[in-house]
């Protein structure tokens, strides 16, 4: 499996979502009542927590990067030696 960067606000995201899962599964199975529109301020809080973790962990990755590490999509283009 290839490694990849931790990404802190996917997994806000992802737990958020998976609350809101849990709230309507449990209205499903007849444990509680929960109103439509209970979920709607967990959801959108949650989406506004990860993109502020998200953008945090962006500034603290890009603060520790050396100063000449350049991501591969940005590389300068090689010379064309065609005339």
Do not use: K
Not at 27 to 54: K, M, N, Q, R, S
Request: aromatic share 8%; proline share 10%; charged share 20%.
């Amino acid at each position: 499996m290839l490694r990849h960067e931790f990404q802190p606000g996917r997994l806000v995201a992802g737990a958020f979502l998976a609350v809101a899962g849990v709230v309507y599964a449990g209205d499903a199975g007849g444990l509680w009542e929960t109103p439509w529109f209970a979920v709607i301020p967990v959801v959108i809080g949650g989406l506004c927590l990860a993109g502020a973790v998200g953008t945090l962990a962006h500034g603290v990755r890009r603060r520790r990067r050396p100063p000449d590490h350049r991501p591969p999509d940005t590389a300068e283009p090689h010379a064309d030696t065609r005339s």
